[in-house]
């Protein structure tokens, strides 16, 4: 058997921190934990619960993808309860939604360059 863990961990550029941050706390309304995984690392890394117990982690190098790049990295599924709701105030906040040429969901770009599609539960 294999199975996908419910850990996900993340690389952004050191100058997108402060707005990557914002996203997951202020726009995602998750908690912005220091990891202790980080032994010798440094740069801090920054891990997330979400409401099913799954987390992910980010990590700032400067070898990261640009936002460009990471289009074509890997894309992540966010289930909430208001799917409406938060695309708007993503896209207040400024940020870009990403349309894909063969599908019809909702995508956004997170300022580490990350996109996400996000659904309803």
Request: no cysteine; aromatic share 12%; net charge negative.
């Amino acid at each position: 058997m294999i199975a996908l863990s419910s850990s996900v961990h993340l690389y952004a550029r050191p100058a997108a921190r402060e707005k990557l941050l914002e996203f997951f706390t202020d726009l995602l309304g998750l908690r912005a934990l220091k990891s202790s995984d980080a032994v010798g690392s440094p740069e801090d890394i920054y891990a997330f619960e979400f409401s099913n117990g799954a987390w992910l982690s980010v990590e700032f190098t400067e070898d990261a993808l640009d936002d460009r790049r990471a289009r074509r990295g890997a894309w992540l599924e966010l289930k909430v309860d208001d799917a409406e709701g938060l695309q708007q105030r993503l896209l207040a906040a400024g940020l870009q939604r990403v349309v894909h040429p063969y599908t019809p969901f909702f995508y956004i770009q997170a300022p580490g360059g990350q996109v996400f599609r996000i659904v309803s539960n």
